[in-house]
């Protein structure tokens, strides 16, 4: 792989990593998800692929990332997600496909726990609806997901 794409590739990492950030700071700020910045991350997620050479393994973290949407609506249907958290966990699964899947579920694991602690000791407020307390998942979405470009799970192959 040429020194070029590599770098470029890097770069569409910063990018993503920036997007991400808007994501948690906006979804915990309004508690929303936009979808133009959903297909945002997915664009840069298919311009990755070509960088950094994964665009071989593309079909792998497709079908992935298609099996999990179709798990994940079912709690959606029962409203334990929003609709934003779904699509954003979708493109997140899109980006780490099968072979980064444990990094980023032990992340998210990990930074879930951290902000329902936060929620617990009162340090951030959550949104009452329907009798049931909502935190913005995207913070830890977010989180996980650069956690696993730092680990350099999904660098230039």
Not at 82 to 91: C, F, I, M, R
Not at 98 to 122: D, Q, R, S
Request: net charge positive; with cysteine.
């Amino acid at each position: 792989m040429p020194i070029s794409a590599a770098v470029a590739s890097q770069g569409v990492l910063i990018i993503t990593a920036a997007v991400l950030f808007y994501v948690a700071l906006a979804d915990f700020k309004h508690y929303k998800i936009r979808n133009e910045v959903v297909l945002i991350l997915a664009g840069l997620f298919f311009v990755h692929a070509v960088l950094s050479g994964r665009w071989t393994s593309l079909h792998w973290n497709l079908g992935f990332a298609a099996l999990l949407f179709a798990i994940m609506l079912y709690y959606y249907s029962m409203k334990l997600m929003g609709g934003g958290d779904l699509k954003l966990l979708t493109v997140a699964f899109l980006w780490v496909g099968p072979f980064c899947a444990p990094l980023f579920a032990i992340l998210l694991l990990f930074f879930v726990g951290i902000h329902t602690m936060a929620v617990k000791f009162k340090w951030v407020e959550v949104k009452v609806a329907e009798n049931l307390n909502w935190i913005p998942f995207a913070p830890s979405i977010a989180a996980a997901l650069i956690g696993v470009f730092m680990a350099g799970c999904l660098r230039p192959l």
